[in-house]
């Protein structure tokens, strides 16, 4: 699916192989649509009780891609939620179900913060209480959302009720910027590995508003799923946390373009535009310690130089050889 909202540059087939390649039969790849309830349900019924966890990050991921086909996009976000938590209702109950939800449920609210503009970011005022992130506390309510933002709350409510109403215990992380050497970057989604794919082939690379300080937090893949393994060993009911890079690792814009360019040791080719992209945060850092306090043997490994150096090796030379496929 990331292919058809994103094209093949986006698809993620490359490392379903390699998963396959990897693990062999410790591997099974179901190729099912979450909104294909039926399809869903089989599955389900074949493995029952010996689902013990399941991780739901299957979505349409693009705030500006929602606003294309809002059907589409509601109907993956939120209807497929629900069939599978009611997948999980019926055939696995006991089953911990982490659901990777987004700040964006938050709507454009952060842009309510007072901010302070410094030479290469936007910070929030050093007194305001979410100086060291947003937390749990902000309202989801009564903001502008994008219809992505809609559907994600939509599938957000659906997972805490399904915690509350059927004991079940369920987790959304509130994400911040998630990303790592596995992520398809492109340019309608995965920020990171997008710019930085940008900056070692030459793509040319825009940015949208707020001087190219906007601010975001990123979180490596491995501190993420750690996360996750430590809320599967003691879960807890309908639990919410804001989850990212925190102030450990963020950057702005402009900060990052120029981390990617000391990594690769090329330069991006950019442009800027005024418009920003709608309801598009300008500046947003998670406050994790909710999620420290309740598992207080997680700790983040990867700083933000860490997490680039990390998507760049590992991708370099399959970017660069795709550059050469297209070009021959
Ligand atoms: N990457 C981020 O910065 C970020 C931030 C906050 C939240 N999230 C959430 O984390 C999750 C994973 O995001 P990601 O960045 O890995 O995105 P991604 O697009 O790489 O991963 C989503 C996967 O879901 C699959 N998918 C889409 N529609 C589907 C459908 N109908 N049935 C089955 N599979 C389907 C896609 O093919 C893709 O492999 C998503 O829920 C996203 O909203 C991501």
């Given amino acids: 699916m990331r292919q058809v909202f994103f094209?093949?540059?986006?698809?993620?087939?490359?490392?379903?192989?390699?998963?396959?390649?990897?693990?062999?039969?410790?591997?099974?790849?179901?190729?099912?649509?979450?909104?294909?309830?039926?399809?869903?349900?089989?599955?389900?019924?074949?493995?029952?009780?010996?689902?013990?966890?399941?991780?739901?990050?299957?979505?349409?991921?693009?705030h500006d891609w929602a606003a294309r086909e809002p059907i589409t996009d509601f109907t993956v976000n939120a209807n497929g939620t629900l069939n599978l938590l009611e997948a999980t209702r019926q055939f696995c109950p006991k089953a911990v179900f982490i659901f990777t939800s987004t700040n964006k449920v938050y709507g454009d609210t952060p842009n309510t913060l007072p901010l302070v503009e410094l030479e290469r970011r936007w910070e929030v005022d050093e007194k305001h209480p979410f100086y060291s992130g947003i937390d749990e506390s902000m309202s989801i309510d009564q903001s502008k959302h994008s219809l992505f933002g809609v559907s994600k709350v939509a599938a957000d409510v659906l997972v805490q009720e399904y915690g509350r109403y059927f004991e079940i215990p369920t987790a959304c992380f509130r994400g911040g910027c998630l990303t790592g050497p596995n992520h398809s970057g492109t340019a309608l989604h995965g920020f990171l590995s997008y710019?930085?794919?940008?900056?070692?082939?030459?793509?040319?690379?825009?940015?949208?508003?707020?001087?190219?300080?906007?601010?975001?937090?990123?979180?490596?893949?491995?501190?993420?799923?750690?996360?996750?393994?430590?809320?599967?060993?003691a879960p807890k009911i309908a639990e919410v946390y804001n989850m990212g890079g925190s102030r450990y690792s963020n950057c702005s814009m402009l900060e990052a373009i120029e981390s990617c360019q000391q990594i690769s040791g090329k330069q991006l080719n950019w442009t800027y535009t005024e418009t920003n992209r709608i309801g598009d945060h300008i500046w947003y850092i998670s406050d994790t310690r909710k999620f420290q306090s309740h598992y207080p043997d997680w700790r983040q490994e990867y700083n933000l130089e860490q997490l680039l150096a990390d998507i760049y090796n590992k991708n370099i030379e399959r970017w660069l050889s795709q550059e050469v496929g297209q070009h021959v």
């Fill in 195 to 233: 710019l930085m794919r940008c900056v070692c082939t030459g793509k040319p690379y825009t940015i949208y508003g707020y001087k190219g300080k906007q601010v975001r937090d990123n979180i490596h893949s491995h501190d993420l799923v750690s996360a996750f393994y430590h809320f599967y060993k």
């Fill in 7 to 62: 094209g093949t540059e986006a698809s993620t087939d490359w490392n379903r192989q390699h998963l396959e390649e990897q693990l062999g039969r410790q591997y099974h790849h179901y190729n099912i649509d979450i909104r294909d309830q039926e399809s869903l349900n089989k599955l389900f019924r074949q493995y029952g009780t010996a689902i013990e966890l399941v991780v739901h990050t299957a979505a349409q991921p693009s």
